[in-house]
Nanobody, 126 residues
Framework: QVLLVESGGGFVQAGGSLRLSCVASGRTFSTTTMGWFRQATGKEREFVAAIRWSAGSTYYADSVKGRFTISRDNAENTVYLRMNSLKPEDTAVYYC???????????????????WGQGTQVTVSS
């Protein structure tokens, strides 16, 4: 079992920045990939970004490419999501997620990821 705890959400004006953190505990040695999804009210949960734990390769949704940066601290078992130039449409609950495998074809799908955090709210005002 891998436990994930997010922090760093909040309220920010459009154009502002936030950094989300996610600390992993438990069987973290089995984790190969970590990521972030988000879910806005009334919408499906969608992929935001992912990072391969050992190689550091990163992947982004087109909607956040160039504005968001995912990174990790292996020693602290922590993954970050730096969000710049935030827009009102970025408003959502952001979820940290982890997987014990990597599949570039399926990582964009919610069902691919077995471990989830409780989520942290990000609200961007116009």
């Amino acid at each position: 079992q891998v436990l994930l705890v997010e922090s760093g959400g909040g309220f920010v004006q459009a154009g502002g920045s936030l950094r989300l953190s996610c600390v992993a505990s438990g069987r973290t040695f089995s984790t190969t990939t970590m990521g972030w999804f988000r879910q806005a009210t009334g919408k499906e949960r969608e992929f935001v970004a992912a990072i391969r734990w050992s190689a550091g390769s990163t992947y982004y949704a087109d909607s956040v490419k160039g504005r968001f940066t995912i990174s990790r601290d292996n020693a602290e078992n922590t993954v970050y999501l730096r969000m710049n130039s935030l827009k009102p449409e970025d408003t959502a609950v952001y979820y940290c997620t982890a997987d014990t495998s990597f599949n570039i074809a399926t990582m964009y799908h919610v069902d691919e990821w077995p471990y989830w955090g409780q989520g942290t709210q990000v609200t961007v005002s116009s």
